[in-house]
């Protein structure tokens, strides 16, 4: 079976589910040959001699015509048995062969993030982004998801696909093999969040939280790491003026020794989020032995189980508590850090591979 995989994807935010996918399809899978569609040249081998790869320059949910064809008329010439799209909204509108997706979660369709555009535009945009999920879905043969409640959520706005999805999981990566490096202008106690603070992920309401939380510790440093781009150049000029500015470090980009010791040294890792479609911060968090304070929204009491200590995300008065429990409760945070060591051998990349494969297999013989 010739599987092509369109992989454009992976080096956005989203990606290293489709890095770790490749690496553990080209470990498991001998037989079937394998395309995989990349944006710019060099930037993935194969490993497996029945991979190869192809650039594929044209934009990810792009809504020009031109590109749209181009990228069908490009898959048709490629000849494959299936294509295997890597983030659901990347199939051209002109492709009909048979093929499969990956939907991490709906994110995208529930949540405002107009970015640099207008509100005028990012609306006419959202129209145009619901019709491409709409028809990936709807093309589809069978539809790969991280996690149980996102099966459940796209049954509920999609009843056509309840015979598609196929749920796979994520995994965690192992700890960093580096030494730790004390990052510059953190001082301790201190709490932390790393990633960009997209709406969805809630970090004005983490603020708020902690500005009850520095009443009581007027020490405690709050820490939000991540490339600063713009939804952290919009925080950091919501903030200015801000009394507790001082106590709010904004690092930007940190190196993978610093970022070790950011977690190692930590009180606590919160994950405020509304809305994850598997939640790999807070399985970072457990891989490095930091206790995990979480939202309790959408997929991310199914992925941590017992492992985190919980909150409504929308009542800042509940997490200034569990953030306050966690650090001033040794037994509290110990326990935390025992079942994190526990629920991260749950999860496996090798396991996503194989349910993908398992899904392409399945196809073949259709």
């Not at 490629?78 to 939907?103: A, C, E, N, R």
């Not at 919501?238 to 930590?266: H, Q």
Request: with cysteine.
């Amino acid at each position: 079976m010739h599987i092509v995989i369109d992989a454009r994807i992976r080096q956005a935010s989203t990606g290293r589910p489709v890095d770790r996918l490749l690496e553990y399809l080209q470990e498991i899978d001998k037989k079937n040959k394998y395309t995989i569609l990349i944006k710019t040249k060099d930037e993935w081998r194969p490993k497996a001699k029945n991979f190869s790869v192809k650039l594929c320059k044209y934009r990810i949910f792009s809504f020009n015509p031109f590109q749209q064809l181009s990228f069908a008329w490009q898959l048709y010439k490629l000849k494959p048995d299936l294509v295997h799209f890597t983030l659901t909204g990347q199939q051209p509108i002109g492709y009909f062969g048979k093929q499969t997706t990956f939907t991490h979660d709906l994110t995208m369709l529930s949540f405002a993030r107009p970015g640099k555009y207008p509100s005028w535009l990012h609306s006419i945009r959202m129209i145009g982004y619901r019709f491409l999920f709409w028809q990936s879905h709807r093309k589809a043969t069978k539809i790969l998801v991280p996690t149980e409640y996102v099966r459940d959520v796209l049954y509920k706005r999609y009843l056509f696909v309840r015979r598609k999805l196929v749920v796979t999981l994520e995994a965690s990566e192992p700890p960093i093999n580096e030494k730790a490096e004390p990052l510059e202008g953190v001082d301790k106690p201190f709490i932390l969040h790393v990633g960009s603070p997209f709406p969805h992920k809630n970090i004005e309401r983490l603020i708020q939280a902690f500005e009850i939380i520095h009443i009581k510790m007027p020490s405690l440093t709050l820490v939000l790491a991540g490339k600063k781009e713009h939804y952290f150049k919009k925080l950091e000029k919501s903030l200015v003026g801000n009394p507790l500015r001082d106590s709010i470090v904004m690092p930007g980009f940190v190196s993978s020794g610093e970022l070790k010791w950011l977690y190692e040294n930590t009180e606590c890792y919160i994950l405020p989020s509304l809305s994850e479609g598997f939640g790999l911060p807070g399985l970072e968090a457990m891989v490095h032995g930091c206790p995990l304070v979480s939202s309790n929204s959408t997929c991310l009491p199914e992925v941590y189980g017992d492992a985190a200590e919980y909150f409504n995300p929308y009542d800042i008065e509940e997490m200034s508590k569990s953030i306050m429990r966690v650090i001033n409760g040794p037994k509290t945070r110990s326990n935390l850090i025992k079942e994190g060591n526990k629920r991260v051998k749950l999860y496996s990349w090798k396991t996503m591979a194989e349910k993908h494969l398992e899904a392409f297999t399945e196809l073949n013989t259709d």
